[in-house]
């Protein structure tokens, strides 16, 4: 008999989840999900609202049952066992402390054995997140990132396998916010624990996670590594939930080329295309280079500036290309190329579409 491969995934991961589906009525919320997480592995769940992210991560938990599938923790099957059974902690996006308790009281809530021992834990605990000194302070006296800090300390006390996190970041503001993130992802390598991260913040995402979950509708768009996921996006939805993204629709030619408008352009060696395949070339908009000069060369195209707006460490240029039947694009120029180029509106400016900057997509991966 043919080894069962998701099986055999779940039973070594630390985390293993074998075709999940799970609906709301006639509502279809998770479809058909598969996920290894290896131990000590940082993963994200990040897509848009109504995804189905968060109720991954509450059947995760158990807070919630899935209609098919299989969960295992550590090699072992979970899938039936109640939240208490299961070897996680868990912190939500809202702060969800105990008001009426101290933040020893709060951090130690979980934890068994002798009040002297439990309280050494919260000590170690609190210097562990850098808030040692206010063991008898009430949440009302924390601000927004210490509440999640101590909800973080919290979820870590009984030093469990797992750690869930809910869009711990989002209700905090962005300062706070990116000064959690590299906390967070700090303390996580530290400790070695793996992480279930929820978020629907792109750059959350890219900065913290070993390896990204992109789902959409229910499903899984694909997994990879930060990198994979933006520089080598399997689907046009991927592409654009994470960065920007220029498309230009061409058909494949004789010479590993695709034509758009009446511009050629030279195709990655690695393209698998067959000449007449109707195509959607894909570049990130800080892959075009603006030129200073007309040199003509591959993959060279004039165009002509429509707009200009700086956003802080760079500045996002939308560009007509004529040849191209006035498609327009988006480049994004540092702040010393846009001091150097002196741009002015309506002005032509030579651009190099670099091969290695294009991705091909078939008409039905981009659609
Ligand atoms: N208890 C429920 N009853 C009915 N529908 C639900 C229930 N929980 C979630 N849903 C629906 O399932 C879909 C997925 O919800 P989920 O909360 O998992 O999305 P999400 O990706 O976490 O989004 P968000 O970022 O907005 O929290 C949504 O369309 C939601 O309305």
Not at 141 to 162: D, E, N
Not at 316 to 321: D, E, I, K, M, N
Not at 324 to 335: E, F, H, K, P, Y
């Amino acid at each position: 008999m043919k080894a069962d491969p998701v099986i055999h995934l779940t039973q070594t991961a630390a985390l293993g989840l074998g075709g999940i589906s799970k609906r709301f009525g006639s509502f279809s919320a998770l479809r058909d999900i598969e996920l290894a997480v290896h131990k000590g592995e940082f993963v994200c769940l990040l897509g848009p609202s109504g995804c189905g992210k968060t109720t991954l991560l509450r059947i995760i938990a158990g807070l919630d049952s899935a209609d098919t599938g299989r969960i295992t923790m550590h090699g072992k099957d979970v899938t039936h066992l109640p939240p208490a059974k299961r070897d996680y902690g868990i912190v939500f996006q809202s702060y969800a402390l105990f008001p009426n308790l101290t933040v020893t009281q709060n951090i130690a809530y979980g934890l068994k054995g002798r009040r002297q021992d439990q309280r050494q834990r919260v000590t170690e605990l609190l210097s562990l997140i850098d808030l040692a000194g206010i063991e008898d302070r009430y949440p009302n006296q924390l601000s927004g990132g210490q509440q999640q800090r101590v909800a973080l300390a919290r979820a870590l006390a009984t030093s469990p396998g797992l750690l869930l996190l809910d869009e711990p970041l989002s209700a905090l503001d962005a300062r706070v916010r990116e000064h959690l993130r590299r906390e967070i992802r700090s303390l996580q390598q530290r400790l070695g624990i793996t992480t279930i991260m929820v978020t629907h913040d792109q750059e959350e995402a890219l900065t913290m996670a070993d390896r990204i979950v992109v789902m959409n509708h229910g499903v899984i768009e694909q997994i990879g590594t930060p990198e994979d996921i933006y520089a080598r996006p399997q689907s046009r939805f991927v592409a654009e939930f994470v960065g920007r993204a220029n498309w230009l629709p061409g058909v494949v030619e004789a010479g590993h080329c695709v034509r758009t408008g009446d511009v050629s352009l030279q195709l990655p060696d690695s393209a698998a295309v067959k000449t007449g395949d109707a195509v959607q070339l894909f570049i990130r908009p800080e892959a075009i280079s603006i030129e200073a000069r007309w040199q003509g060369g591959r993959n060279a195209v004039l165009a002509q500036l429509i707009s200009q707006e700086l956003l802080g460490g760079f500045c996002r240029l939308t560009l007509s290309v004529p040849a191209m039947g006035n498609l327009n694009l988006i480049a994004d120029v540092s702040r010393p190329t846009l001091a150097q180029l002196r741009l002015d509106q309506g002005q032509r400016l030579p651009l190099t579409l670099s091969p290695a900057a294009l991705r091909v997509f078939t008409d039905e991966a981009a659609a």
